[in-house]
């Protein structure tokens, strides 16, 4: 028989787990190889929708390199990870390049030499990517004060 999730630990538990994943600069994909889950349950437990079972959150404090304290809020070890909003975003790859990422680890060495050989030549025969344009600065102006008197 299933138990209810208490949602106030679960929210607890995926705020700590998604600041402590962006700190390692990880995405949801990688955390979730790394301890050993589907993507999509991952992303539940994150969204504090889940709570995970005793042996799941020892590896997710191994993949995320946190103590079960600072996940679960309590002791001193919740105060030490900073607010995701006081931190510049970071930019999360796309969910293409994500899955490919996921595939060429399946690889063995020499599959992998010989896709990178490939990737490589398709690179070198592409037109470069233009960086994005710069916004013009716009000069400002001040005017002289009038002299009174």
């Known amino acids: ?3 209810p999730v208490d949602h106030k630990l679960a929210a607890i ?8 994943r962006l700190r390692l600069g990880l995405t949801q994909g990688d955390v979730a ?9 991952y992303s539940r437990l994150e969204r504090g929708k889940m709570l995970p079972r005793a ?4 590896r997710l404090c191994d993949a995320l390199q946190v103590s ?5 809020g309590v002791g001193r070890g919740g105060a030490s990870l ?7 975003p970071e930019r999360e790859d796309p969910v293409e390049l994500r899955r490919m990422t996921r595939k060429l680890r399946e690889l063995e060495p020499s599959q992998l030499r010989a896709v990178s050989r490939v990737v490589n030549a398709v690179v070198s025969v592409m037109p470069p990517v233009a960086p994005p344009a710069k916004k013009p600065v716009r000069a400002v102006r001040r005017r002289k004060a009038k002299a009174t008197g």
């Open 55 to 58: 042996q799941t959150l020892k």
């Open 33 to 41: 190889d790394k301890v050993g889950m589907a993507m999509e349950v």
């Open 82 to 88: 900073t607010p995701v909003s006081s931190r510049k």
């Open 1 to 3: 028989m299933r138990e």
């Open 13 to 20: 538990l995926g705020g700590a787990a998604r600041v402590a």
């Open 68 to 72: 079960s304290d600072t996940l679960l």
